[in-house]
């Protein structure tokens, strides 16, 4: 009766990774990071304020986190395949009205739409969807997943810039919409609801039983009120708040501390490369060690980072070191949070609560350029600033590390309330 998993033949699990890996570089690059891009140019010819362009930015990642809690449910009852594609056409569509657009009220209107494509086709859906194809193999999956999604900014900022240099920012942002309607028939072909639907069990082993076809898994209700539940979404929202305001005050901070804006947001591209080693040495570790605590280590090691840049922000060696230590943890800390909301609670409704998550987050990055930016203009500096993010990240590594240890999850049915 019992069949031995089939190793000729690679895990369909994985060709879906293939595909969001490339979907995902996609999304990420064009939707989240091409967009200061656009600003001076859109500035220049249309004459609206950097904080008016910036505003309908933030809107529609605000809308993007209230979008991503109904997506999680329909995830959690129907499977990604639906709202990743429609998604793919949705952001697709928007681009292409956005190369079209000449009044402020149509810009944002347009970037709220922007923000309900992004809940259907950036990280949200495709972690939910490798949580229910990846137990054992879920931190491998996620390093594979994020590491090639981390090129994002990499390619799609260049290219984006060269675009708009070549061709001018309406038609680069017609491009960039031929680009994500790529993406389309990559979710439309390649997803799969679950294991069970072609006869195999998480990580690819042949099915023995149609009981062995149930994810494990707490509902909502019973996650929610759990206090590891509530550490977590203060540790991810705390290193949110921080990471936000980071990227909103790094480039002037560094000019004010003596370099050029050309070398400053050189500085700035650094931390996302130094992402990349992050993701791939710390996720796994998340494999072989508590992963709570390789979480706090992560945040611990932003906050290492940050002291660093507030002793000496105007010394090169320090600066670099704040991007090693940095962009180290600041690369590990989205499959780490995935990984978690897993070893958690599940897979089961696992779009449901990761979407509960990101709407905490969504608020927390919504809150920081604000809050800091007065923060910033009231102290007359940056040094206030930098000791808030410390104590932002320290409070969030304490935080994790103090969350339960994950109750064992009965296969099919609810987990073991700690």
Same mark, same amino acid.
């Given at each position: 009766m019992?069949?031995?998993?089939?190793r000729?033949?690679?895990?369909?699990g994985?060709?879906?990774?293939?595909?969001?890996?490339?979907?995902?570089?996609?999304?990420?690059?064009?939707?989240?990071?091409?967009?200061?891009?656009f600003?001076?140019?859109?500035?220049?010819?249309?004459?609206w304020?950097?904080?008016?362009?910036?505003?309908?930015?933030?809107?529609?990642l605000?809308?993007?986190?209230?979008?991503?809690?109904?997506?999680?449910?329909w995830?959690?009852?129907h499977?990604a395949?639906?709202?990743?594609?429609?998604?793919?056409?949705?952001?697709?569509?928007?681009?292409f009205?956005w190369?079209?657009?000449?009044?402020?009220?149509?810009?944002?209107?347009?970037?709220?739409?922007?923000?309900?494509?992004?809940?259907?086709?950036?990280?949200?859906?495709?972690?939910?969807?490798?949580?229910?194809?990846?137990?054992?193999?879920?931190?491998?999956?996620?390093?594979?997943l994020?590491?090639?999604a981390?090129?994002?900014s990499?390619i799609?900022?260049?290219?984006?810039?060269l675009?708009?240099?070549?061709?001018?920012?309406?038609?680069?942002?017609?491009?960039?919409?031929?680009?994500?309607?790529?993406?389309?028939?990559?979710h439309?072909?390649?997803?799969?609801r679950?294991?069970?639907?072609?006869?195999?069990?998480p990580?690819?082993?042949?099915?023995?039983?149609?009981?062995?076809?149930?994810?494990?898994?707490?509902?909502?209700?019973?996650?929610?009120?759990?206090?590891?539940?509530?550490?977590?979404?203060v540790?991810?929202?705390?290193?949110?708040?921080?990471?936000?305001?980071?990227?909103?005050?790094?480039?002037?901070?560094?000019?004010?501390?003596?370099?050029?804006?050309?070398?400053?947001?050189?500085?700035?591209?650094?931390?996302?490369?130094f992402?990349?080693?992050?993701?791939?040495v710390?996720?796994?570790?998340?494999?072989?060690l508590?992963?709570?605590?390789?979480?706090?280590?992560?945040?611990?090691?932003?906050?290492?980072?940050?002291?660093?840049?507030?002793?000496?922000?105007?010394?090169?060696?320090?600066?670099?070191?704040?991007?090693?230590?940095?962009?180290?943890?600041f690369?590990?800390?989205?499959?780490?949070r995935?990984?978690?909301?897993?070893?958690?609670?599940?897979?089961?409704?696992?779009?449901?609560?990761? &979407?509960?998550?990101a %709407?905490?987050?969504? !608020? *927390?990055? =919504?809150? @920081? +350029?604000?809050?800091? /930016?007065?923060?910033v203009?009231?102290?007359?500096?940056?040094?206030?600033?930098?000791?808030l993010?410390?104590?932002?990240? &320290?409070?969030?590594? %304490?935080?994790?590390a !103090? *969350?339960? =240890?994950? @109750? +064992?999850?009965?296969? /099919?049915?609810r987990?073991?309330?700690?």
């Amino acid at each position: 009766m019992n069949e031995s998993p089939r190793r000729h033949r690679l895990y369909y699990g994985w060709w879906m990774v293939a595909a969001l890996s490339v979907t995902e570089t996609i999304s990420f690059g064009i939707l989240a990071y091409s967009f200061t891009v656009f600003i001076a140019p859109m500035h220049a010819e249309l004459g609206w304020s950097v904080a008016g362009l910036t505003g309908a930015y933030s809107l529609g990642l605000l809308i993007a986190g209230f979008t991503a809690v109904l997506v999680g449910r329909w995830l959690d009852e129907h499977g990604a395949r639906l709202p990743m594609s429609l998604g793919s056409l949705l952001a697709a569509a928007m681009l292409f009205a956005w190369s079209r657009v000449d009044t402020i009220w149509s810009f944002y209107l347009l970037w709220a739409g922007v923000g309900v494509a992004m809940a259907g086709v950036l990280y949200e859906p495709a972690f939910a969807v490798l949580a229910k194809w990846f137990h054992r193999d879920l931190g491998r999956a996620l390093t594979v997943l994020t590491f090639l999604a981390g090129l994002a900014s990499v390619i799609f900022i260049p290219l984006s810039g060269l675009l708009v240099e070549r061709i001018g920012w309406r038609a680069a942002l017609e491009v960039l919409a031929l680009i994500q309607l790529a993406t389309l028939p990559l979710h439309a072909l390649f997803i799969r609801r679950r294991p069970s639907d072609l006869g195999l069990q998480p990580d690819g082993n042949r099915s023995v039983g149609p009981q062995h076809h149930e994810l494990s898994g707490l509902s909502p209700h019973e996650a929610f009120p759990r206090p590891d539940f509530r550490r977590l979404a203060v540790a991810f929202s705390l290193s949110t708040f921080a990471i936000t305001a980071m990227g909103v005050h790094l480039v002037p901070l560094l000019v004010e501390a003596g370099r050029s804006a050309t070398a400053a947001a050189a500085v700035g591209g650094a931390i996302g490369l130094f992402a990349l080693p992050g993701r791939l040495v710390l996720t796994p570790l998340g494999d072989r060690l508590p992963r709570r605590l390789v979480a706090a280590a992560i945040f611990a090691l932003q906050a290492l980072g940050i002291v660093v840049l507030l002793w000496g922000a105007g010394a090169d060696v320090a600066v670099w070191a704040f991007v090693v230590l940095y962009g180290a943890g600041f690369g590990a800390i989205t499959p780490a949070r995935a990984a978690l909301l897993a070893e958690y609670y599940g897979g089961r409704h696992y779009g449901r609560i990761s &979407g509960r998550m990101a %709407l905490i987050n969504s !608020l *927390a990055r =919504a809150l @920081a +350029p604000v809050s800091t /930016g007065i923060l910033v203009t009231v102290s007359g500096g940056f040094e206030s600033l930098l000791a808030l993010l410390v104590i932002c990240c &320290g409070l969030a590594a %304490l935080s994790v590390a !103090l *969350a339960y =240890a994950p @109750a +064992p999850l009965a296969r /099919g049915g609810r987990g073991v309330s700690s």
